[in-house]
């Protein structure tokens, strides 16, 4: 009995370790999105109805965070260039290797889930060729 009082202490303190080092773990937060000056490219995904916007927070080129925002309607101006009315908010957002969903659509405030870890953006999906040794 005295042996198994003096090993409780060490197993509240394992505990309380252990429950400090899961939340250190935590993925960091969403930010907010960025303003559209760091906007790299832009997408339309057809089939899954999503416009793309595609960022650089580093401002070096890469794509460091997206955003995905369904489409309500789809039309061609009179020039012929496309025209899009999406939701006010995304529906997904891609940043530090992880996919979020925010099923409200109510912007970054803390309410979105982690729809999946270790994921980046595949670009390859939208622009998957080469012209003429360039990027299309």
């Not at 803390?110 to 939208?126: A, L, M, P």
Request: aromatic share 14%.
């Amino acid at each position: 009995m005295k042996m198994a009082c003096r090993f409780y202490p060490v197993l509240v303190l394992l505990s309380v370790l252990g429950g400090s080092l899961s939340i250190g773990e935590a993925k960091d937060l969403l930010p907010v999105e960025p303003d559209l000056s760091t906007r790299l490219d832009e997408l339309y995904d057809h089939e899954a109805r999503l416009f793309i916007t595609l960022y650089s927070l580093a401002g070096n080129g890469r794509i460091d965070y997206v955003t995905a925002r369904l489409v309500q309607e789809y039309a061609r101006s009179a020039y012929g260039n496309p025209v899009y009315q999406t939701e006010a908010q995304p529906l997904f957002y891609w940043w530090n290797h992880t996919m979020w969903n925010d099923p409200e659509q109510d912007g970054v405030n803390g309410n979105e889930r982690v729809y999946q870890e270790n994921t980046d953006f595949d670009i390859s999906r939208y622009k998957p060729c080469l012209f003429n040794g360039q990027s299309c």
